[in-house]
């Protein structure tokens, strides 16, 4: 009797840390990888590391979409909703952008967003698909965690050349 009950006992509370666990990142924080180079310097900056760099994203930004110019975020691909993607925002609602294609410039439309990755070579971004809507954004990338070395905040930056407030 006393092996049936610390057995209950144990998956009562392992069901409890895993639902508080689970509320905890689809609400509020979560780590996740950021793969590729694309956002090279700011994330994976040593090329041939088979080591990713782990992130902190916060998610209180998604409750009014409280973004800035040159916040880091984590959204759905487009083109592929099962894909995110990690890039800077270059230009928010209601911008104007000079478009790096072409010489045109551009506004962007209320609940979109313009994002760039940091290494352009490496990056689809907003440049091949065009503005984003704001309800694909999943949370704001803060701190790298991972590796250690490189633990700390991640920093606001703008390409200053492409903005016409």
Not at 32 to 49: A, E, W
Request: net charge positive.
């Amino acid at each position: 009797m006393g092996t049936r009950s610390f057995l209950w006992s144990t998956a009562k509370k392992c069901f409890t840390v895993g639902l508080i666990t689970l509320t905890i990142s689809d609400r509020y924080a979560s780590i996740l990888p950021v793969r590729g180079h694309s956002m090279s310097p700011t994330f994976n900056p040593q090329t041939g590391s088979f080591m990713d760099d782990r992130v902190l994203v916060e998610k209180f930004c998604l409750e009014k979409y409280k973004f800035s110019h040159g916040d880091v975020i984590i959204f759905c691909s487009p083109s592929n909703w099962r894909e995110k993607q990690v890039k800077r925002i270059t230009a928010l609602p209601g911008d104007w952008m000079k478009s790096p294609s072409s010489h045109d410039v551009i506004r962007i439309p209320e609940g979109h967003c313009w994002v760039e990755g940091d290494h352009s070579a490496f990056s689809l971004d907003s440049r091949s698909f065009g503005p984003i809507p704001l309800g694909l954004v999943r949370g704001r990338v803060t701190h790298v965690v991972w590796p250690p070395q490189r633990a700390g905040k991640v920093e606001r930056r703008i390409p200053q050349d492409r903005l016409h407030l």
